[in-house]
């Protein structure tokens, strides 16, 4: 009897363990993120770089002006070209004068603009792009 109980439950075990197989599809890691930099000052935004490929970017902004500023990273209309892409439009919370913040998008190719909320500065523009490299074979990637 004892003989019998242990062999159903080894093969039970064997049955659960069997069925732990999954067929999913591996889905490539978007690439890594990029920083580019904002600084806001009396007259203009300057960003740097203003030429990347497609991804996740992350806009670290400084604002070197005497007043708070808002800053908007917005989508530039491209009209007859269908984009696989929804459009942008994204605003930072007030940044205090000398002060920093971060804004995360994930640009598609094409053009945005960074502005300020208010638009009392000159903004700058961004031109992305074909997609940056996967981050699949990078160790140490989220």
């Given at each position: 009897?004892?003989?019998?109980?242990?062999?159903?439950?080894?093969?039970?075990?064997?049955?659960?363990a069997?069925?732990?197989?999954?067929?999913?599809?591996?889905?490539?890691?978007?690439?890594?993120?990029?920083?580019?930099?904002?600084?806001?000052?009396?007259?203009?935004?300057?960003?740097?770089?203003?030429?990347?490929?497609?991804?996740?970017?992350?806009?670290?902004?400084?604002?070197?002006?005497?007043?708070?500023?808002?800053?908007?990273?917005?989508?530039?209309?491209?009209?007859?070209?269908?984009?696989?892409?929804?459009?942008?439009?994204?605003?930072?919370?007030?940044?205090?004068?000398?002060?920093?913040?971060?804004?995360?998008?994930?640009?598609?190719?094409?053009a945005?603009?960074?502005?300020?909320?208010?638009?009392?500065?000159?903004?700058?523009?961004?031109v992305?792009?074909?997609?940056?490299?996967?981050?699949?074979?990078?160790?140490?990637?989220?």
């Open positions: 009897m004892r003989t019998v109980s242990l062999s159903l439950l080894a093969a039970a075990a064997l049955g659960i069997g069925c732990g197989g999954s067929n999913y599809k591996n889905q490539p890691r978007p690439a890594t993120p990029i920083d580019v930099g904002a600084a806001i000052n009396q007259k203009r935004i300057t960003v740097s770089p203003t030429n990347f490929g497609a991804g996740p970017v992350v806009l670290i902004i400084t604002n070197q002006s005497t007043v708070s500023q808002d800053v908007r990273v917005r989508s530039e209309p491209n009209p007859g070209v269908q984009s696989k892409c929804p459009p942008v439009d994204q605003t930072t919370g007030p940044i205090n004068p000398q002060d920093t913040a971060e804004l995360k998008v994930d640009l598609c190719e094409g945005y603009n960074v502005r300020t909320a208010a638009n009392t500065v000159k903004g700058a523009r961004l992305v792009g074909t997609p940056r490299t996967s981050a699949q074979n990078q160790v140490l990637q989220p």
